[in-house]
T-cell receptor, first 110, second 112 residues
Framework: NAGVTQTPKFRILKIGQSMTLQCTQD?????MYWYRQDPGMGLKLIYY???????DKGEVPNGYNVSRSTTEDFPLRLELAAPSQTSVYFC?????????FGQGTRLTVV | DAKTTQPNSMESNEEEPVHLPCNHS???????IHWYRQLPSQGPEYVIH???SNVNNRMASLAIAEDRKSSTLILHRATLRDAAVYYC?????????????FGKGTHLIIQP
């Protein structure tokens, strides 16, 4: 039972490049989330999904896109990377009362 | 979600109890109080939650004030591994569909 798995763990992107952060879970949870965490700050919600085929914007969705074609996978897409997107990204699932987080993807945009 | 207020940092000695405070004066009657912690270079992990009564589990205890405007996370015997950022979060009864709102939390430093 791996829980929530994120890949890659680290990535350096050039300005304007695109990439997809992968997130997969094996707990059959309906609710999934993407957060970003800037240095010294708490986590901010980017997008969330309450089930396959359903996604919605969180607090900071600009510059990102998501899809949820299966219960297991919830990829986060950056289309035109900008330095402001340098951050640590966490994927999470939720089943009452507990959220489960992945180990994070550290992204640097230069 | 209602707002919580926590000290930026706290320091304690190894093997001593730690009391981490959280103020949530605007809490609604249906808000649960959750605590998560984030170890260095890891994602947050669930610690404990409660509604009105004090709660205990293998990781910690949660003491909730009678008026519910504040709560305290208690680590009974801190170890070096407990050094982390601790987040106090209020969650409504909506099932968590729209996620948890994280503040900056309390950075707990444990001295050997």
């Amino acid at each position: 039972n791996a829980g929530v798995t994120q890949t890659p763990k680290f990535r350096i992107l050039k300005i304007g490049q695109s990439m997809t952060l992968q997130c997969t879970q094996d707990m059959n949870h309906n609710y999934m989330y993407w957060y970003r965490q800037d240095p010294g700050m708490g986590l901010k919600l980017i997008y969330y999904s309450v089930g396959a085929g359903i996604t919605d914007k969180g607090e900071v969705p600009n510059g990102y896109n998501v899809s949820r074609s299966t219960t297991e996978d919830f990829p986060l897409r950056l289309e035109l990377a900008a330095p402001s997107q340098t951050s640590v990204y966490f994927c999470a699932t939720f089943r009452v009362p507990e959220a489960f987080f992945g180990q994070g993807t550290r992204l640097t945009v230069v | 979600d209602a707002k919580t207020t926590q000290p930026n940092s706290m320091e304690s000695n190894e093997e001593e109890p730690v009391h981490l405070p959280c103020n949530h004066s605007t809490i609604s009657g249906t808000d649960y109080i959750h605590w998560y912690r984030q170890l260095p270079s890891q994602g947050p992990e669930y610690v404990i939650h409660g509604l009105t009564s004090n709660v205990n589990n293998r990781m910690a205890s949660l003491a909730i004030a009678e008026d519910r405007k504040s709560s305290t996370l208690i680590l009974h015997r801190a170890t070096l591994r407990d050094a982390a950022v601790y987040y106090c979060i209020l969650r409504g009864t909506g099932g968590g569909a729209d996620g948890l709102t994280f503040g900056k939390g309390t950075h707990l430093i444990i001295q050997p």
